[in-house]
T-cell receptor
Framework: DSGVTQTPKHLITATGQRVTLRCSPRSGDLSVYWYQQSLDQGLQFLIHYYNGEERAKGNILERFSAQQFPDLHSELNLSSLELGDSALYFC????????????FGSGTRLTVV | GENVEQHPSTLSVQEGDSAVIKCTYSDSASNYFPWYKQELGKRPQLIIDIRSNVGEKKDQRIAVTLNKTAKHFSLHITETQPEDSAVYFCAASLGGGGADGLTFGKGTHLIIQP
């Protein structure tokens, strides 16, 4: 167990729908990063939050958004889902706002049908 | 932005032999280079990392080398074992306060032949 908790583990939904993925970082970690892993694009950075504030955006679509709450858990919202959004979504956490000591959660596998 | 190229995409070695995976990066400002191992259906796990002020780092059978001038870094696994079979990803980042996350290579599927 990495200490980073992601729910749900699996999600199957239809095109056009909206889903919310949840991530609880390791105790004491202030940074949460979201990544998308697909067969064609590999592991891609989506967005980074540090202590409730957005710090950086990567290849995140406008249909996607995220936030980090005062208790430091984060949610990734995916809307107007398309077949191509099917992927593994990982969050990772670290103590500081930087890449040292990344710990990934077990991921949420999203299937859009 | 940063671009990371990783080779080979698949590597098959005999058990007990060494394996080498190579990555190049494009942004000379990158200063943190981790390697992750991912088994099928599981999360990426950090196995070793190196910062730009160090040329080589070892941890038991695993070592990473960095050539900042050429902008490439490599993962070396010696005395390979069946449990080393997995997909390995290299990554680069500004790190140390850089907020932009990691840029990953496309991965190398390492197969250890018994």
């Amino acid at each position: 167990d990495s200490g980073v908790t992601q729910t749900p583990k699996h999600l199957i939904t239809a095109t056009g729908q909206r889903v919310t993925l949840r991530c609880s970082p390791r105790s004491g970690d202030l940074s949460v990063y979201w990544y998308q892993q697909s067969l064609d694009q590999g592991l891609q950075f989506l967005i980074h939050y540090y202590n409730g504030e957005e710090r950086a955006k990567g290849n995140i679509l406008e249909r996607f958004s995220a936030q980090q709450f005062p208790d430091l858990h984060s949610e990734l919202n995916l809307s107007s889902l398309e077949l191509g959004d099917s992927a593994l979504y990982f969050c990772a956490s670290s103590v500081v706002s930087g890449a040292y000591g990344y710990t990934f959660g077990s991921g949420t596998r999203l299937t859009v049908v | 932005g940063e671009n990371v190229e990783q080779h080979p995409s698949t590597l098959s070695v005999q058990e007990g032999d060494s394996a080498v995976i190579k990555c190049t990066y494009s942004d000379s400002a990158s200063n943190y280079f981790p390697w992750y191992k991912q088994e099928l259906g599981k999360r990426p796990q950090l196995i070793i990392d190196i910062r730009s002020n160090v040329g080589e780092k070892k941890d038991q059978r695993i070592a990473v080398t960095l050539n900042k001038t050429a902008k490439h870094f490599s993962l070396h696994i010696t005395e390979t074992q069946p449990e080393d079979s997995a997909v390995y990803f290299c990554a680069a980042s500004l790190g140390g306060g850089g907020a932009d996350g990691l840029t990953f290579g496309k991965g190398t599927h390492l197969i250890i032949q018994p």
